[in-house]
DNA sequence: CTATTTGCAAAGTGTTTGCAATGAC
DNA sequence: GTCATTGCAAACACTTTGCAAATAG
């Protein structure tokens, strides 16, 4: 996604081009990670060289709310975003930290509306079992 | 669960046998909701007539480092604790916050090593969908 | 020029920690 | 009597909010 294409779906949502969150919507495009709050804060502030802790949730509420992101409650401390909002799930590597996307099939029974599904396995990545 | 069971499950981890530690388990056995500490504290308060969070969240790290209670990360806010370690996924109505267990099945190839899987499935409960 | 957005500082929420007093055994 | 446990108060980490200054259009 060019510059001009974020700033055509930020204007189509009714939001205003800030380098801010121009920048905060390339970062999660390219490098497709899934990076907390914290995360987003220090490379915007890198590439922008002035952004808030403020600007990085508002931005990533209306996004959340956008349908361009998801936010993923992985169990302890900080969320985590994830700007494929395709249905998948995720691997936590509980030695590294790294989260992975995985592609899962669940099926069950429930006699209530289901509206969104989060699928975590926690565990040790390949790259770990490695190592250790 | 006996009060004498409950008293000889804590012994045999080590733990000496404290009111508000069997008041917490009785609480957790016979409602089989899904409390927040919060909640937890209030039955064990109300119960014992003393009790502090400090005690709440230490007596929930070692009963699930026992593998006697899983630890759920609901989204937002406060975790939620089940004494049901059985491998089961939970719905959360976001209407009325109830949190139901539910069966499931799912299949999915990491290559990682799997150690615990979470299933959480978000939307409107049977009850919610009829009152609305 | 106007309405939105930024960003500081402060508040809020759930949870953990330091440490002295209490209580189990 | 000894060591674990309780519980207060303070600290923490992440996130949100109030509000004035800056900025997009």
Redesign the pocket.
């Given at each position: 996604m060019t510059t001009s294409q974020i700033a055509d779906m930020l204007?189509s949502n009714g939001?205003?081009?800030?380098?801010?969150?121009v920048e905060i919507i390339r970062f999660l495009q390219a490098h497709r990670v899934h990076p907390?709050?914290?995360q987003i804060y220090e490379h915007v502030l890198r590439k922008v060289g002035?952004?808030?802790?403020?600007?990085i949730?508002?931005?990533m509420?209306v996004l959340e709310q956008m349908g361009q992101v998801r936010k993923i409650p992985i169990t302890e401390?900080?969320?985590i975003y994830d700007i494929d909002t395709s249905d998948h799930g995720h691997f936590v590597c509980e030695i590294c930290g790294t989260v992975y996307d995985i592609a899962y099939k669940a099926s069950f029974q429930i006699p209530h509306q289901a509206r969104k599904t989060e699928l975590i396995v926690y565990g040790v990545c390949e790259r770990c079992m490695k190592t250790q």
């Open positions: 204007r939001l205003k081009v800030t380098p801010q969150r907390t709050a914290q002035s952004v808030s802790f403020t600007t949730y508002n931005t509420r401390n900080a969320a």
